[in-house]
């Protein structure tokens, strides 16, 4: 199993603020993907990155690869409350299983 | 129906009872999988199937049960069950390949709580 810490691992903020979420490993990854949870339903995939130093935007939010494919970011610009969620990050790793290892997760929730 | 659909969504047994899971996707893919998501813990890969093979299981304990009939149902079957095994219990699907970047369409869970 390769770990994937996330942090921080509760953020609670104002409408209108910015933030960024961590996700960092000793192990490198192929790919990474980054994940919202919302309360009740399962993960929905909101990005896929795979090149080492790749920025990747989506709207208000912008996701990184790192150069040594082992961490990530996602920086949400301006959140608004349906930002609010678990956010998790997922590394595919690079035996031919191809499988992902979930990060610990970080769960957001934007104060109206 | 569309996506991944599971049944039941909330499931309440005593640790004796035998229940099942059960999961259906519609999206044509040929791999499905079954997670576990507890409290204060990452999601836990439990088993996969590729093509209707097992390809991954995870050291689960034998009280779980995967069952992959065709490439469009998966069932998780449950039998004398721990109540540190209560959780959300994800199903996902892809569409798996050399390429890697395996992206995995969830369904909305089951809720277990053991007694």
């Known amino acids: 199993t390769q770990l994937l810490e996330q942090s921080p691992q509760f953020l609670s903020i104002q409408e209108g603020e910015n933030l960024t979420v961590y996700c960092n490993s000793s192990?490198?990854?192929?790919?990474l993907q980054w994940y919202r949870q919302e309360p009740g339903e399962g993960p929905v995939l909101l990005v896929t990155?795979?090149?080492?130093?790749e920025v990747k935007k989506l709207k208000r939010l912008t996701f990184q690869f790192g150069d040594a494919r082992k961490d990530s970011s996602l920086h949400i610009t301006a959140a608004q409350p349906g930002d609010t969620g678990l956010y998790l990050c997922a590394g595919v790793d690079r035996t031919g299983a191809n499988n992902l290892f979930f990060g610990t997760g970080t769960r957001l929730t934007v104060i109206p | 129906e569309t996506g991944v659909t599971q049944t039941p969504r909330h499931l309440v047994m005593g640790m004796t009872n035998k229940k099942s899971l059960k999961c259906e996707q519609h999206l044509g893919h040929n791999a499905m999988y079954w997670y576990k998501q507890s409290a204060k813990k990452p999601l836990e890969l439990m088993f996969v199937?590729?093509?209707?093979?097992?390809?991954e299981n995870n050291s689960v304990p034998s009280r779980f049960s995967p069952e992959c009939p065709n490439s469009s149902h998966l069932f998780l079957h449950l039998h004398t069950l721990q109540p540190e095994d209560s959780a959300l219990y994800l199903c996902?699907?892809?569409?798996?390949?050399?390429?890697?970047?395996?992206?995995?369409?969830f369904g909305a869970g089951s809720r277990l709580t053991v007694l």
């Open positions: 199937y590729n093509f209707k093979e097992q390809t």
């Open positions: 996902a699907s892809s569409q798996a390949g050399p390429s890697g970047a395996n992206v995995l369409t």
């Open positions: 192990s490198v990854f192929s790919s």
């Open positions: 990155v795979v090149t080492g130093g």
